[in-house]
């Protein structure tokens, strides 16, 4: 019933080590098997983007039931992280409590649909098949897909944050109806060198 056994994706590896690499041999082959799995696991790395993210090490609250199914084990639930950034209008540090739905599938090798080739490859990104590998599963790659997904491109510290001063660099909110009388210097100048010309 199962083919050959020759891994079909080797760019997918496991790490043994890891706290999110589950395994599930014990229950995988009994289609209904249900695991619950309420972990408190290290965040990996790289689960960030530009000015935001979760700190490597930092607490990911997993709230997941594991089901076995016929084509693999399909995972749901939530995923809890906290995430620390700068805002990127006032530059002031921000922080907040982010979970994350996960509904995903993990195929057993061997019976992942077979899908027709893509000429796009934009498009085959998109969807990636996730595997069983070894009789395990491994969240790593899933859990930093969800939730660099859920960063905001550009974070902000809340969302009437007034920024800096273009002029000064002070933070506006600090101070209402700042602004700056004077003219630039340099305009200053220009306009001196304008009178100059016309005398
Ligand atoms: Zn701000
Ligand atoms: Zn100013």
Redesign the pocket.
């Known amino acids: 019933m199962f083919s050959s056994g020759v891994p079909i994706n080797t760019n997918q590896r496991t790490h043994p080590g890891s706290a999110l690499v589950i395994a599930v041999k014990d229950f995988a082959r009994n289609p209904g098997g249900m695991r619950n799995l309420e972990e408190t696991v290290p965040a990996p790395g790289e689960l960030s983007v530009a000015m935001i993210g979760v700190q490597e090490g930092s607490e990911v609250d997993l709230d997941l039931s594991l089901e076995a199914v016929h084509e693999g084990i399909f995972v749901s639930g939530t995923a809890s992280v906290h995430v620390v950034g700068e805002?990127s209008?006032?530059l002031?540090p921000l922080a907040y409590d982010l979970d994350v739905d996960i509904q995903e599938m993990f195929f057993f090798e061997g019976l992942a649909p077979v899908r027709a080739a893509k000429e796009d490859d934009n498009e085959s990104l998109d969807d990636e098949q996730r595997l069983v590998e070894n009789d395990h599963i491994d969240l790593e790659p899933l859990l930093r897909d969800v939730v660099v997904t859920a960063l905001p491109f550009r974070p902000?510290?809340?969302e009437d944050?007034q920024?800096l001063c273009s002029v000064c660099g002070i933070r506006l909110a600090d101070e209402p109806g700042h602004h700056h009388e004077d003219l630039d210097p340099r305009w200053a100048a220009l306009s001196g060198l304008a009178e100059d010309q016309e005398n």
């Open positions: 805002c209008r006032c002031d902000v510290c809340r944050c920024g």
